[in-house]
């Protein structure tokens, strides 16, 4: 008998086990059963075992690397991942549609726009990096220009190709898609946390972003993910955006199968009435239709407006609306120490979440709904919105239903709340509440502000509890033995938890100071301020950021009330907050004690300034208020900093246009009665693209 060639059975056990995982993922045609699989992984490790030298880097045994240490570094993305203008209904389609063609010059009776329409897949997108044919890199989309460096959780996804089938057109090629996680794996996943007694995940969307960002892949590798491609980024010598699918399956890439080109926008229409049902059959969550125009120079002559490109839409599925119970009403206490009643619903799937509670806003909302305690109710959860209770099944009431009352003290520290006249919100008006202190410890440790990774409520409310932690500044004290002392906290968690908290030392200081809680004072003013900073304290040349941190947080702390108001975007009334903010005695060095701890602000480089932003609302200031029906306030107010205009927070004579969407209130009485002109979302767009 010959003895087998070690290396020669390796290479063809890598190549059998590829072949297996394109023809599973990638050609939805498996031609080995999984038990085969397992078997010739499990050969394949053991030579590779036997002998370490026959290990490559994209051999399959290699997609489960070693956990990662510290937090995911940053990618920058040269060509940024935008995200796309949204599309309620087929109206709105339709007028899509009308933009385009008058883009392209084709008037309301040239020819139709051909479109390439594809399922919006609910996952997380990501960015894949090739370098010759081997899978080099991957990451998030982060905020659409940095994202983290997921590599080694990628690499566990199977559907994603550790080397391309082909030459690429290009010496580094990236690719970008969704990854989510297969309704299967999804169940599969909470049945076994119910069996070992653990809190289940709500919703596969959020356990696959969770998932992605595990620092084991090990965990990530048992988590089934999977991916859809769908952009080839930057392919030259391509015609059309099908093209570029085709290309992207023949290089390895999974692409969905559900992906059609439509002449016009009839077909596109026929299309998502088709799909908004037959979607509930598919094995993975979609939210809705991505149409994009097929000719990829027409793309190019159509361009992006802000962040979004001109050239696609995503058309939203109608919200989905499900009946529950309505069990219980409580109230919880936020940082400003507005009291919000909360629905208790008995547990329901909408639009694949677990729905448990919702919003309802105010007492004036439970009101005019007429909800009461014990009623049926119809909830509705459209995309990621907060889930919201529309009405009451007044037929289903037997009379056993019971009308709430907003309670007359603050229910976690028994302080007589209050309401004040023309508003429409209770309060605790004591500024010592624990809810407020939390609730402002958790904004100062969230998203918007220093950003600790894995400091949620749970251990906020424990380090509130024993007193370690009483402002701030106390969080940059703990250390690991302190945090592993906590419920629930091992020494891993805490370690890692130790180590967000040290990487949020340093933040911009338009983060720093949102994260204060000023009242009045949103990310838009922080950024405001910090942009004040910048130029009102320039940095020395060989100045530490900690030194100029301190100049800054000086110069804020002394800003009185007409410097503040002088500021571009700023209003008396806020200048009043933060003169409050920095005149109390028990907030009025919490930045500097901050700073004290280790904080500091990534400086402006010394020399610059800011510069006038450019675009067609240079010089313009607006105000954006209520809810607009196809774009967040945040991504609005995005939008109008690209196209060089100022997002403000207050109306003043020195507004330029107030954008009012739904339920707009003061704001739009004010810039009405200063004669200001007064815009909806459509005007809004209008302007961000200079059509006006
Ligand atoms: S194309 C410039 N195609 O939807 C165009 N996006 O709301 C970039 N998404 O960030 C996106 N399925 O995460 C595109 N077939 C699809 C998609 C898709 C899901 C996600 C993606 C994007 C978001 C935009």
Redesign the pocket.
């Known amino acids: 008998m010959t003895a087998i060639d070690p290396a020669a059975r390796a290479a063809e056990l890598r190549a059998l086990l590829e072949e297996a995982n394109h023809r599973y993922h990638v050609l939805d045609a498996p031609t080995i059963s999984d038990r085969e699989y397992d078997l010739r992984f499990r050969e394949l490790v053991d030579l590779e075992t036997a002998h370490p030298e026959l290990v490559t880097p994209d051999s399959p045994t290699q997609r489960v690397g070693a956990p990662v240490e510290g937090g995911f570094p940053p990618v920058r993305h040269d060509v940024p991942?935008?995200?796309?203008g949204?599309a309620f209904g087929h109206d709105e389609l339709r007028e899509f549609d009308a933009r385009v063609r008058k883009g392209l010059g084709r008037g309301a009776d040239g020819p139709s726009v051909t479109y390439v329409c594809?399922?919006?897949?609910?996952?997380?997108?990501i960015s894949l990096r090739y370098e010759g044919r081997r899978f080099v890199r991957g990451a998030t989309?982060g905020d659409g220009t940095r994202g983290e460096d997921v590599t080694a959780n990628l690499r566990t996804v199977r559907a994603i190709p550790m080397r391309l089938r082909e030459d690429p057109p290009a010496d580094a090629l990236e690719v970008?898609?969704?990854v989510y996680m297969p309704r299967g794996a999804f169940a599969a996943l909470n049945e076994q946390l119910e069996r070992d007694g653990r809190p289940l995940y709500a919703n596969a969307r959020n356990t696959t972003a969770g998932t992605v960002r595990q620092k084991d892949p090990a965990v990530t590798a048992g988590r089934r993910l999977s991916v859809?491609t769908?952009?080839l980024v930057g392919a030259n010598g391509l015609a059309t955006h099908s093209e570029s699918l085709d290309l992207l399956l023949r290089l390895g890439f999974p692409v969905?199968p559900v992906?059609r080109r439509m002449d016009g926008i009839d077909q596109v229409i026929a299309f998502t009435e088709e799909w908004a049902e037959a979607r509930r059959d598919l094995d993975y969550e979609?939210?809705?239709i991505?149409i994009?125009v097929d000719s990829l120079a027409d793309q190019a002559a159509l361009g992006f407006v802000s962040r979004?490109?001109r050239w696609?839409i995503?058309y939203k599925f109608p919200a989905e609306q499900v009946t529950t119970r309505l069990e219980d009403i409580d109230v919880y206490v936020g940082r400003t120490g507005a009291m919000t009643p909360v629905a208790h619903v008995t547990p329901v799937l909408v639009g694949g979440t677990t729905v448990r509670n919702a919003t309802l806003h105010n007492i004036d909302e439970i009101r005019r709904k007429d909800l009461r305690v014990g009623d049926t109710v119809v909830l509705q959860r459209a995309g990621d919105v907060i889930p919201e209770v529309v009405a009451a099944v007044v037929e289903a009431r037997d009379g056993s239903e019971r009308i709430w009352e907003m309670p007359s003290q603050c229910p976690v520290c028994g302080t007589g709340a209050l309401r004040e006249e023309g508003e429409v919100v209770t309060r605790c008006p004591n500024p010592y509440c624990p809810a407020q202190r939390i609730g402002g410890l958790l904004h100062f440790s969230g998203r918007g502000g220093m950003d600790v990774d894995g400091l949620g409520g749970k251990i906020m409310m424990q380090l509130v509890d024993r007193e370690l932690v009483r402002e701030p500044a106390d969080i940059f004290r703990l250390d690991v033995e302190t945090l592993e002392s906590l419920e629930r906290l091992g020494r891993k968690s805490a370690e890692n938890l130790h180590r967000s908290i040290q990487a949020a030392r340093q933040r911009p200081m338009g983060r720093i100071v949102n994260s204060l809680g000023i009242r009045h004072v949103g990310e838009q003013t922080a950024i405001d301020l910090a942009a004040w900073l910048a130029g009102e304290v320039p940095r020395g040349e060989h100045e530490t950021e900690a030194d100029w941190s301190r100049r800054a947080a000086d110069r804020l702390r002394d800003a009185s009330v007409d410097e503040l108001t002088a500021v571009s975007g700023i209003g008396p009334v806020v200048a009043q907050g933060i003169r409050r903010f920095f005149d109390d005695e028990h907030t009025r060095d919490t930045l500097h004690r901050l700073l004290d701890a280790g904080v500091s602000a990534e400086a402006p480089t010394p020399g610059t300034s800011t510069e006038p932003a450019t675009g067609p609302l240079s010089g313009k200031t607006l105000v954006v208020t209520g809810t607009l029906p196809g774009m967040s306030r945040s991504d609005a107010e995005e939008a109008i900093r690209d196209a060089g205009g100022h997002p403000a927070s207050s109306v003043s004579a020195r507004t330029d246009y107030l954008v009012a969407g739904d339920k707009a209130g003061s704001k739009l009485t004010k810039a009405e009665s200063l004669g200001i002109p007064v815009l909806d979302e459509d005007g809004l767009r209008a302007l961000l693209e200079g059509r006006t």
């Open positions: 991942m935008l995200s796309l949204n594809e399922l919006k897949i609910d996952g997380l997108a989309r970008r898609g969704e859809w769908y952009q969905n992906t979609t939210d809705g991505v994009k979004a490109p696609a995503a």
